[in-house]
């Protein structure tokens, strides 16, 4: 059964750069796309971006210039990196992974598995 | 911009039925994107709980089901339980913006 671990610093200061990793065991990253997601205190949740294991990725337009994804195969990872960060960067961050739907395209894909969060907090 | 609307709170006694909406329009539902939908339970991550409008995964009870009219969807509990007491959240894509994925705003079920 695949699990999800995001890893990384819980607090970061404002204007710096905030990076986590996501370790998947009990599976590969290939052959998936690839979710984070943030979830400020008390509020909804929010899509970031999505990577496919090759690496191409796809971002939310609002946080496009300052997010960057990567995957490590041989490592089994997914990182994300989201730079010069403010006070409303803080959230828990979610990794997930996007669901093969057979006979519909990517875009149409689904959260199946998830992380259990880390929480960020972006303060001096 | 483009959203899906989802009313913030809803409630029901335990054994009832409640039904959460969720409202899109012709860049995400309208554009013949699908509807997911997830439960997230106090202090957890969420979890999938609805597919492609309609579709339970293996080990989700039949007491959650979902449903499409026009470019809503709708997710319904029936026998309402306590355990059921969570956020749920919709989710597809838009087509505007250069295309991303979207989640709803989330509704607050509540059992009395």
């Known amino acids: 059964q695949v699990q999800l671990q995001e890893s990384g610093p819980g607090l970061v200061k404002p204007s710096e750069t905030l990076s986590l990793t996501c370790s998947v065991s009990?599976?590969?990253?290939?052959?998936?796309?690839w979710s984070w997601i943030r979830q400020p205190p008390g509020k909804g949740l929010e899509w970031i971006g999505d990577?496919?294991?090759?690496?191409?990725?796809n971002y939310i337009p609002s946080l496009k210039t300052r997010v960057t994804m990567s995957v490590d195969t041989s490592k089994n990872q997914v990182s994300l990196k989201l730079s010069s960060v403010t006070a409303a960067d803080t959230a828990i961050y979610y990794c997930?992974?996007?669901?093969?739907?057979?006979?519909?395209?990517?875009?149409?894909?689904?959260?199946?598995?998830w992380g259990k969060g880390t929480t960020v907090i972006v303060s001096s | 911009q483009s959203v899906l609307t989802q009313p913030p709170s809803v409630s029901g006694a335990p054994g009832q039925r409640v039904t959460i909406s969720c409202t899109g329009d012709s860049s995400n539902i309208g554009a013949g994107h699908e509807i997911h939908w997830y439960q997230q339970l106090p202090g957890t991550a969420p979890k999938l709980l609805i597919y492609g409008f309609f579709n339970r995964p293996s080990g989700v009870p039949d007491r959650f089901s979902g449903s499409k009219s026009g470019t809503s969807a709708s997710l319904a509990i029936t026998g309402l339980r306590a355990e059921d007491e969570a956020d749920y959240y919709c989710?597809?894509?838009?087509?505007?913006?250069?295309?991303?994925?979207?989640f709803g705003g989330g509704t607050r079920v509540t059992v009395l």
């Open positions: 997930a992974r996007l669901e093969f739907w057979s006979g519909y395209p990517p875009k149409n894909y689904y959260l199946g598995v």
């Open positions: 989710q597809s894509y838009d087509s505007s913006l250069s295309g991303s994925r979207l």
């Open positions: 990577i496919y294991y090759r690496g191409s990725a």
């Open positions: 009990g599976g590969s990253i290939s052959g998936y796309y």
